[in-house]
């Protein structure tokens, strides 16, 4: 397996996630038809940014934690 | 290109399903069951059922999906989720059996009309007597009124169950375990950040309910998710559930709801019938007055069983 | 677009509808609010003005003779929601009324927040939960709607589960969650019905839908699932996995009220289904079955319930032997001649079974209750000396055992008249054989708890408790109720029926019946029923015993075989293929 532990997979998760996430909003942001609708993708993104982040960070914790533990 | 996007959807949905199913652990069943309902939430989408793709994605996924991972780590972590299904002779009939019975299913839908009885455009029809636009909306709270203050009524019954389970000198006491977390982690900074969001998020879908896709309960879903998510981040306690204002809060709504109901007596000549004119006020009234009490009411079956004395 | 039937107009005193509905919940509302003490003396201002309106409906339609219609928010039809009354729900409210007032006034004294036992919480919860099992069951009965029925199922099922673990013990609990998943499994079953009928007929209206309903494989289906579905919440056997330990396990008023109340509404959202919403649908081998069932379950539920060693769980097999008996009526209510079920005198017998057992089960709920609290115990084998000691609950048990076995004077004694009658004219004799038979198996415990109770007690005085008086008269008052049924039934019933109750022939069949039930109960129960009489020791009754000693326990291992969860899942999709597969087929030939 190339992401053997939580920590590595998390790691790549993130990545593709709000990256790729950040691109398919790029995509939509240009097709969207009002500036208002582009910044409400945005914002969506900007969301999703938050939640991400934090949710790996309490999952990454977590994990942490566990390890610890004997 | 949207067939193949609507075949991809059916197929994860069916892999999910059975995922769901078969998994070993109950984690994982429970984490299947999660992706599962935001499958469904999509697939609502693609069906043009916004509403219940919102309330897919907020209650069957979301709010249901939290009070699995609860009873599911209050068991066991590990658990295994298939560990009580029984004699393993009765396994294979009773597969046959359920593949029997979907099977009938399956043809019976078939066997459906295809162009279905459908009473939208009696809905359309009639959508502009009731003066909102958004013809959910229409059904639930003028065309069939009674049903949506009877789900009301439905979920206090489930509330006075979940509470009836506390133990005896609990009673009346705080629901839930107190929580802690770092009062600088990434938690209590969560549970800072995204409150005031999701309350305008939360307070908008409540609002544009009336027009467009959204409503009390979607919106009534964010708001308790936001409240347990300040409980989880042990910012604030859970109120005892011996309080006054609470217990007069989630009952509020349903009351408001009726005394429409008997006021549409005495103005429009039938109960839960509105005066021409003040319809649409009258369903944003009912809905405002509905939204704090489901609020309660969720985060409340969410939280469980008073556990802990009145103190702190 | 259906057309709009004539009768879909809100007449006079439809609002009593709505208030019946709402009452009692706006009584759960308030008690909710005010909490603890005040919650019992909401319920306690709310029965009697519930009483009180279901007699103002009764009297509304008795007079103008036609069906009670309300049409909410003044929408008709199929867009909007219809409540009606007819004759049939007009009885099932007042009765339910009675019942659940008798209930009332027993458990007064038991849950009473201000006493030590049992606790704020147990007594505040229990009266809340009346008054929501009152306000769903009338919905049941005047609701017009599939959908608004589904939603009156779920009110009655959030209400009645919290009431089997009332007091708080892991046993309970277990019951309590064994019913709640089954009765959930059943209301999604129902409501997977509902919603392939409104895909194929675009209505939820049961008027609507009994005019455009015909038969192809969708209705076949439809009805299968929810008639399927509204078993399992019914209990009838082998979807009986929940109800023995529900019942047995919760507090006497609470399973009063589950026993007697909680299973009738799924019962009576059958008989909506299959008399008015989709009667020509129905065949005559489904119906025939739904009674076959109602057969197996009257011999398995009686004689396991001899076999119990306690007296609660006697009383809930009991239940599980009477609820076979409230499906003997679809058989014989099926008219060969329009192949269809028709509301005639069977369907009239089936509802006057059907409230007697309500008002009876009720009373020797709380006459166990009574027993049981005040000895500390409900072993039958130590009953000797109840019947000095607490004469008036004795008395409750007795009168509401002659009431179930449907003996001269009773409400089911018109109710098997009239069974009896329709099985005679559709010449369907097999189901005589059934109704007598069942009679006899009532006779059986019903007995087996008299002589047990009425023994001299061999030691000191058994009572350990005094139990409230007024406890006890509302027990026997209830009792007494359903004796009278037949009474009060003497107006609208055809008169030869109640002719000669003490003709010879008679007399002859209820003493075979009484004598069917003495020796039942001498070959099954557990302990010989006249154990100090030389006869049991006789050796020929000694083999004649065993042989039917090992009946009693093949047919307790099939009841614990059935109440697995894996069998009672299967017998659940089994039951389903059935009746699909009935209907299916009984169309085609």
Same mark, same amino acid.
Request: hydrophobic share 45%; proline share 12%.
């Given at each position: 397996m190339r992401f053997p532990d939580t920590l590595t997979r998390l790691h790549a998760l993130t990545k593709a996630d709000n990256l790729g996430l950040g691109l398919v909003v790029l995509g939509l942001v240009l097709q969207a038809g009002s500036v208002a609708a582009a910044l409400k993708l945005i914002c969506v993104w900007l969301l999703l940014l938050l939640s991400g982040a934090c949710v790996s960070q309490l999952i990454a914790r977590n994990t942490r934690e566990r390890e610890s533990r004997p | 290109m949207m067939t193949f996007v609507n075949l991809l959807l059916a197929v994860l949905l069916l892999a999910l399903a059975a995922w769901t199913t078969l998994a070993r652990n109950m984690f994982a069943a429970v984490v299947g069951f999660i992706a599962y309902g935001a499958l469904l939430a999509l697939a609502w989408v693609q069906l043009s059922g916004i509403d219940i793709a919102l309330t897919e994605a907020a209650i069957g996924s979301g709010l249901t999906g939290l009070l699995l991972l609860n009873a599911a780590s209050r068991l066991h972590? $590990? @658990? $295994? @989720?298939? +560990? $009580?299904?029984?004699?393993?002779?009765l396994r294979v009939p009773a597969a046959l059996l359920s593949a029997a019975v979907s099977g009938a299913l399956m043809l019976c839908v078939f066997a459906l009309p295809e162009t279905p009885p459908t009473l939208a455009p009696d809905v359309a029809a009639n959508l502009a007597s009731t003066e909102v636009r958004n013809p959910i909306t229409a059904v639930l709270l @003028?065309?069939?009124a009674m049903d949506t203050l009877l789900e009301a009524i439905v979920l206090l019954f489930a509330l006075i169950g979940v509470w009836s389970l506390s133990s005896d000198p609990h009673w009346g006491g705080r629901p839930g375990l107190r929580q802690y977390s770092e009062p600088n982690g990434i938690l209590a900074y969560t549970a800072r950040v995204l409150p005031p969001i999701g309350i305008v998020v939360g307070a908008y879908i409540f609002w544009t309910g009336a027009d467009y896709p959204g409503g009390k309960f979607q919106g009534a879903t964010l708001l308790a998710a936001m409240w347990l998510l300040v409980l989880m981040a042990g910012l604030a306690d859970a109120p005892p559930i011996r309080r006054t204002w609470l217990r007069v809060a989630l009952v509020a709504g349903p009351l408001a709801f009726i005394a429409v109901g008997f006021l549409g007596l005495q103005t @429009? +000549?039938?109960?839960?019938a509105y005066p021409e004119g003040f319809v649409k006020p009258l369903i944003i009234a009912i809905e405002l007055a509905l939204l704090p009490s489901l609020t309660l009411v969720l985060g409340l079956l969410l939280l469980g069983a008073p556990l802990r004395g009145e103190e702190p | 677009m259906p057309p709009v039937p004539e009768q879909a107009v809100t007449s006079a005193g439809g609002l009593l509808l709505v208030i019946a509905v709402l009452l009692p919940f706006v009584g759960v509302l308030i008690g909710i609010a005010l909490r603890g003490v005040h919650a019992r003396r909401v319920a306690l201002c709310t029965l009697p003005l519930g009483l009180a309106i279901a007699i103002a409906i009764a009297v509304t339609v008795l007079q103008s003779g036609a069906q009670l219609t309300y049409l909410l928010g003044g929408w008709a039809p199929p867009l909007g929601v219809a409540l009606r009354a007819d004759m049939a729900a007009v009885v099932m409210l007042v009765v339910v009324a009675v019942v659940v007032c008798g209930i009332g006034i027993y458990a007064c004294d038991d *849950? !009473? /927040?201000?006493?030590?036992? /049992?606790?704020p919480r147990a007594s505040s919860t229990f009266w809340l939960l009346l008054l929501a099992v009152w306000g769903s069951l009338n919905l049941v009965f005047v609701s017009g709607d599939l959908f608004t029925l589904y939603v009156a199922l779920e009110l009655l099922t959030f209400a009645g589960v919290p009431l089997v673990c009332l007091d708080g013990r892991g046993d309970t609990l277990r019951a309590a969650l064994r019913y709640l998943l089954f009765a959930l499994l059943g209301s999604l079953l129902y409501l997977l019905g509902a919603v392939l009928l409104y895909g194929a007929y675009?209505?939820?209206d049961i008027a609507l839908l009994r005019a455009a309903s015909v038969p192809e494989p969708v209705t076949w289906a439809a009805l299968a699932l929810a008639t399927t579905g509204l078993l399992a919440k019914t209990a009838l056997f082998p979807l009986h996995i929940w109800l023995p330990p529900a019942h047995a396990g919760a507090p006497a008023a609470a399973s009063a009220v589950l026993s007697a109340l909680v299973i009738k509404g799924s019962w009576f959202l059958l008989i909506r289904l299959w008399f008015d919403a989709l009667p020509g649908v129905v065949t005559f081998s489904a119906a025939q079955v739904l009674g076959a069932l109602g057969a197996i379950a009257i011999v398995v539920g009686s004689v396991v319930a001899l076999r119990q060693a306690r007296l609660k769980l006697l009383v809930a097999y009991s239940t599980v032997a009477q609820i076979g008996y409230l499906f003997l009526m679809f058989p014989l209510a099926f008219d060969a001649g329009s192949n269809m079920l028709v509301h005639d005198a069977a369907l009239t017998g089936g509802i006057l079974q059907g409230i007697s057992h309500a008002t009876a089960k009720a009373s020797m709920f709380m006459a166990a209750g009574l027993i049981s609290a005040a000895l500390g115990h409900d072993r039958i084998a130590d009953l000797a000396g109840v019947a000095r000691a607490m004469p008036i609950t004795v008395l409750t048990f007795a009168v509401a055992g002659i009431a179930l076995m449907g003996i001269v004077p009773s409400g089911a004694y018109l109710a098997k008249k009239l069974l009896l009658e329709s099985a005679a004219d559709s010449g369907q004799w097999w189901w005589t054989l059934v109704l007598q038979g069942g009679a006899a198996f009532t006779a059986g415990y019903v007995v087996l708890v008299l002589v047990n109770v009425l023994r001299r007690p061999g030691?000191?005085? %058994?009572?350990?408790k005094r139990v409230p008086a007024v406890s006890e008269y509302a027990a026997l008052a209830l009792a007494v109720c359903s004796l009278l049924l037949a009474l009060a039934a003497?107006? /609208?019933? %055809?008169?030869?029926?109640?002719? !000669?109750?003490?003709a010879a022939g008679e007399l002859l069949a209820t003493l075979l019946v009484l004598l069917g039930g003495v020796l039942l109960a001498q070959g099954l129960?557990?302990? /010989?029923? *006249?154990?100090?009489? %030389?006869?049991?020791?006789m050796p020929a009754s000694g083999l004649l015993r065993r042989s039917a000693g090992a009946t009693g326990v093949m047919f307790a291992r099939i009841d614990l075989l059935a109440r697995g969860w894996t069998v009672a899942c299967i017998s659940l999709l089994v039951v389903a293929l059935l009746f699909g597969g009935l209907l299916f087929f009984g169309a085609r030939g």
């Open positions: - | 972590v $590990n @658990a $295994n @989720a298939g +560990g $009580n299904t029984g004699r393993s002779r @003028a065309f069939r @429009a +000549g039938a109960f839960l | *849950f !009473n /927040p201000a006493r030590e036992s /049992p606790g675009g209505t939820l030691g000191a005085h %058994p009572v350990i003497l107006g /609208p019933l %055809p008169a030869h029926l109640i002719s !000669n109750p003490l129960s557990l302990h /010989p029923l *006249f154990a100090a009489a %030389p006869a049991a020791t």
